[in-house]
């Protein structure tokens, strides 16, 4: 387990503000509107939803985007697990994470059920079977032998944490992307787009959500 952990203040409107990146956790606007707008529309979710469909993510952060297409996911009317895993360098503790998490009361009925069920680093629950692994992403991807159908790509802004979106890990996302995944990103950055073409996926830029004009999808060729 990694032994450095989120270091975060908050501000008046309960939004967790990452110290070390100088970035919020989710919008200041409507954190769970816009993980819905760019993670599940941007991978056109719920709609490719299917028995052993796989979902890993850059940055789990508060565990929002995993709890968003969960409730999607049981909405739905799937009845076998969801697969979700993700790549934290910087967990959050749990006492964090229940704070930051009261700010979305619509998803309280999952948000319970995963703190309960979570030990740090998964929650296996009969319709989710979450996996969290802790450490430096362009250390541990490699070293995954998963692969996922479709990505969220969440780490915080390339300009203040250029490290989680550079070519190389790009690249090791693509390799760890089944034929027709996709991927999706709040950031329509230059370098994190031609990053993406260059590990081969077709890359398009979409409308933002709320103030931001551009994010970018991704689907492996």
């Not at 890359?203 to 959500?209: D, I, L, W």
């Amino acid at each position: 387990m990694s032994d450095q952990r989120a270091e975060l203040s908050w501000t008046e409107a309960g939004v967790p503000v990452s110290d070390r990146f100088d970035d919020p956790y989710f919008s200041l606007q409507n954190g769970l509107e816009e993980t819905r707008h760019v993670f599940l529309a941007g991978n056109d979710l719920p709609g490719r939803f299917a028995e052993g469909f796989h979902i890993a993510e850059l940055g789990f952060g508060t565990g929002l985007n995993m709890l968003t297409v969960w409730a999607e996911w049981e909405r739905s009317g799937q009845t076998t697990p969801l697969r979700f895993t993700s790549f934290e360098a910087f967990p959050m503790a749990q006492d964090e994470m229940a704070r930051a998490l009261a700010a979305f009361p619509e998803l309280a009925p999952w948000g319970d059920r995963f703190l309960s069920g979570w030990d740090g680093q998964s929650c296996d629950l009969d319709n989710l079977h979450l996996s969290v692994i802790h450490g430096d992403a362009r250390e541990t991807l490699g070293a995954w032998d998963g692969q996922a159908d479709a990505w969220f790509l969440d780490g915080f802004s390339p300009a203040r944490n250029p490290e989680l979106w550079q070519p190389e890990l790009m690249a090791e996302v693509a390799a760890h992307t089944g034929q027709g995944g996709t991927a999706a990103t709040y950031t329509a950055a230059g370098f994190v787009r031609r990053g993406l073409e260059a590990a081969g996926f077709s890359v398009t830029r979409s409308p933002g959500y709320g103030r931001k004009r551009h994010m970018t999808r991704a689907v492996k060729a």
